[in-house]
């Protein structure tokens, strides 16, 4: 596709289930970034993938968080156990290559998750 | 740790004038700046972007202004358009790919 894509675009989840959050990057991009954007603020990071190596995962809030990336390309976003406090839209990312050049980021539309 | 800052939540400007919005950051390893402007429900879209190595970056009605000694940039509109209006994010990148974004200022242009 043009740009990228997430789903599913809005996640109604009880306390306690568990959810899985896709996204398939522009076609080529090497790098893969996820976002928490909580009400009111900016993204802030999760986690990113070179290819299917996860290189930094220090923005996951906790081990309830995984993501993975499995053949370079699409990524999944699981949370176990959600809590209300994980109510927020997920961004997804992705740029040509990594590190240092100037490279953008480009955003998929978001999942809005919403924990009951 | 806010690295990142952008301290008006709102701002609102005539059609036509100059918009300006401002954003502070503190980690002097932050090499690569960017602005990001969001509609409601939509990801944020890549708007324009500046080295460390440059003060000033034009791209038709967008310029972007880099002081490094203050850590400061900012984002100029002119001529502001109703098409505008929309939140902006400005974010800071350091060279392992570590991109934090301010809160956003929500534009409004009015007609």
């Known amino acids: 596709g043009a740009g990228v894509s997430q789903s599913p675009r809005y996640k109604v989840a009880k306390r306690g289930q568990d959810v899985a959050l896709r996204c398939d990057p522009i076609?080529?991009?090497?790098?893969l970034f996820w976002y928490q954007q909580a009400l009111g603020q900016g993204p802030e990071f999760l986690t990113y993938?070179?290819?299917?190596?996860?290189?930094?995962k220090s923005g996951l809030p906790s081990d309830r968080f995984f993501a993975e990336r499995p053949e370079g390309s699409v990524s999944t976003l699981k949370i176990q156990r959600t809590q209300q406090e994980d109510s927020a839209v997920y961004l997804c990312?992705?740029?040509?290559?990594?590190?240092?050049?100037?490279?953008?980021?480009?955003f998929g539309p978001g999942t809005r998750l919403l924990v009951l | 740790d806010q690295q990142v800052k952008q301290n008006s939540p709102s701002l609102s400007v005539q059609e036509g004038r100059i918009s300006i919005l401002n954003c502070d950051y503190t980690n002097s390893m932050f090499d690569y700046f960017l602005w990001y402007k969001k509609y409601p429900a939509e990801g944020p879209t890549f708007l324009i972007s500046?080295?460390?190595?440059?003060d000033k970056n034009e791209d038709g009605r967008f310029t972007v202004f880099l002081n490094k000694s203050a850590k400061h940039l900012s984002l100029h509109i002119v001529p502001s358009q109703p098409g505008d209006s929309a939140v902006y994010f400005c974010a800071a990148r350091d060279n392992n790919n570590d991109m934090r974004f301010g809160a956003g200022t929500r534009l409004t242009v009015k007609p």
């Open positions: 076609s080529g991009h090497v790098s």
């Open positions: 990312a992705s740029s040509l290559d990594l590190a240092g050049g100037e490279e953008t980021q480009y």
């Open positions: 993938f070179q290819n299917e190596a996860q290189l930094d």
């Open positions: 500046i080295s460390s190595i440059k």
